[in-house]
């Protein structure tokens, strides 16, 4: 199973999928926070986790800086919903 690699010069988080292309997790990161602007998985790969997986991958990287996380894309927003036990990780 391929890697989640953060490219923090493109603030992102990116991991290969099956079938060619990138599954990306987008960031901003300011004082004390990371808002997740944007999860994206292409087309011929959703549906398969990918974007939970990336989601989940970002939020841990946040606790593990030490940061709060802005939900500011619709899909990590619905993520924080299905994990309660995250939320104190909300900014």
Do not use: N
Not at 43 to 51: D, L, N, R, V
Not at 52 to 74: D, S, T
Request: hydrophobic share 45%; aromatic share 6%; with cysteine.
């Amino acid at each position: 199973m391929p890697e989640i690699t953060d490219h923090l010069e493109r603030s992102r988080f990116e991991l290969p999928v099956e079938g060619g292309g990138i599954a990306v997790a987008a960031y901003e990161l300011a004082p004390g926070t990371m808002a997740i602007t944007h999860v994206i998985v292409p087309a011929h790969a959703e549906g398969q986790g990918i974007g939970g997986r990336l989601a989940a991958h970002a939020i841990e990287a946040a606790r593990q800086r030490g940061l709060k996380v802005v939900p500011a894309c619709p899909f990590v927003a619905a993520w924080f919903e299905r994990h309660p036990e995250k939320a104190d990780l909300l900014a």
